[in-house]
Structure formats: C-alpha cells, structure tokens
C-alpha cells in the first residue's frame, strides 16, 4: 500500500476516472448527493487533506461500484491510507510544503541542480551549513532539526523499494563549497563513494561548466514519477518559500527533454567520478 501523499493523489485519479467512467459532471454528482459541486471537486482533485470514508463511500455508490467488490475495498483502503500521517508531519516546524511527502513516495527522482548539492546528497555538515546560509535564517536548534529532517529525507533511498534517483550536479555547485576545504573534502568524498557504487540505484553525473550554457538550462528542476496508472508524474521548481508544481504533459514532456539534453552533454557516471576525484587533490 502506498504513503499518505500518494494514497491521496491515486484516490483522485481513481474518483476522476470512475465519475467519466460514468458519463457524470461534478454538477450532476453533487446534485444526486446534494453537495456543493466544490465539495466534489475539492474531493477529486485532493484539495481535501483527509476526505472521509462516508463521502468517498457515497461517491462510490453514485458511480454504481458495489459494496463488497474488490474494487470498492481497493478504494477505501486508499481513503484510510490517505488519512495517515508520514514521518513528515513529525518536522512541520522546519519544513513547508507538500514536496517532502511527494519525494518519499516516489519511484523514480530525476534533478538537475546548478547551484547546490540536491537534498538527498547532501552530507550532514552540508545540510547544516546550506540551513545557516538560508534566505530566512533558522534558530540554532531548528537548524539541527532541520538537517535531522535532511536525514530522515535521504533514509528514502536505502529502502529495499527506494526509487531510482537520477542527479545532475553542475560543476559550479562543486566548486562553490571551496570556502570550506574540509566540508568540501567530505562531500566530494560522498558523492564519489555514491557514483562508484553502481547497485544502488543512483546516478551521478557532473556538468562541466564549459557546458552549462549549451544544455539549455536555466535553473532546478525536479521531476518525481510514481508506479500505477491513476499517478501521474510532476515537475518540483523550488522556490524560497516552497516552489512550482507542474502537471500538464506538455510541461513534463518539456521538462523530460531538458533532462535528456543535459544527461547527453554532461560527463557520464564514470567521468563524473573522475572530475570529483580531481577537485578533491586541489
């Protein structure tokens, strides 16, 4: 059974499909239940955090899906999963925004990151020294939970189901750590033993800054895929406060192209290795 985020996100798919299924508008639905058509809505799309077992069960029975049938049962399993909270919850003081819970359910995580090392890469001394410098500085202990909620976040990928993470680091975010040597030593350190090990479902690729300006880039990105037909794939663009969460398939399908782009002109796996390895004898 998937997290409490997915959960929700396959409980919408799965409500949309069985109301066209039936040849139903959110209006006729609300008029036979006697809702507002935004209660409706606010179902389907998953704008309620925690839709109830009553209101999913009436929407079941309004698309003709009979009691005591497998599908009926797969449905409020999900209504129930839904409703659960994710580790997450535990670190709502120093994380904002849904990203978190959406990045633990996946199963595959493609980034490209020209600035910073991605989140699920990052060392412990890193992710402290990343939170001191943020835009809206932490207090001393929300920057040690913050950084505990880094681990909790890279604990993901030593799952025996983790997802594939596929990362492009650009040169520039390698060499932007070289203020501080030894940090730099230990994350470079990190990213090598990471790229080396090729059972554990990571790549690691580096863009040369030569390159950068010929990849068409312009910024991070993150794409998150996920397993099941009613789960459909986004885009994460961060921003200070939290970011950009694209869903069109046209913008997947552009942002797949970028990503494709730069795993073509980056360096591969091995010669990323290469170049960190370089930088660590500077």
């Not at 989140?119 to 001394?125: A, D, S």
Request: proline share 6%.
């Amino acid at each position: 059974m998937p997290g409490p985020t997915i959960s929700r996100r396959q409980l919408s798919g799965v409500l949309r499909r069985l109301r066209r299924d039936g040849s139903l508008t959110l209006e006729e639905v609300a008029d036979r239940l006697e809702w507002s058509s935004a209660k409706v809505s606010n179902i389907e799309t998953g704008r309620t955090a925690k839709p109830s077992v009553t209101d999913v069960s009436a929407l079941l029975r309004v698309y003709e899906v009979a009691e005591g049938t497998a599908e009926h049962d797969e449905v409020l399993a999900l209504v129930r999963q839904s409703r659960k909270p994710g580790w997450w919850h535990r670190y709502g003081d120093v994380l904002t925004g849904a990203y978190v819970s959406l990045e633990a359910e996946a199963t595959r995580i493609s980034t490209y990151e020209p600035i910073v090392i991605p989140g699920l890469l990052q060392t412990e001394n890193y992710a402290r020294l990343h939170q001191k410098a943020a835009s809206a500085p932490l207090a001393t202990d929300e920057i040690e939970r913050a950084v505990e909620a880094r681990k909790q976040r890279q604990a993901l990928l030593a799952r025996p189901d983790a997802p594939r993470l596929w990362a492009i680091i650009d040169e520039n975010a390698l060499r932007r750590m070289e203020s501080e040597p030894e940090m730099m030593q230990e994350q470079l350190e990190h990213l090598v033993i990471v790229g080396e090990d090729t059972a554990n479902g990571v790549t690691l690729q580096v863009m040369p800054t030569a390159k950068s300006f010929r990849s068409g880039l312009v910024g991070p990105f993150v794409i998150l895929e996920y397993s099941g037909p009613d789960i459909a794939p986004f885009v994460f663009l961060e921003t200070d406060t939290d970011g950009l969460y694209l869903e069109r398939p046209e913008e997947i399908e552009r942002y797949r192209t970028l990503l494709e782009q730069a795993q073509s002109i980056a360096l591969d796996p091995h010669e990323s290795v290469e170049l960190m390895r370089s930088l660590m004898r500077q």
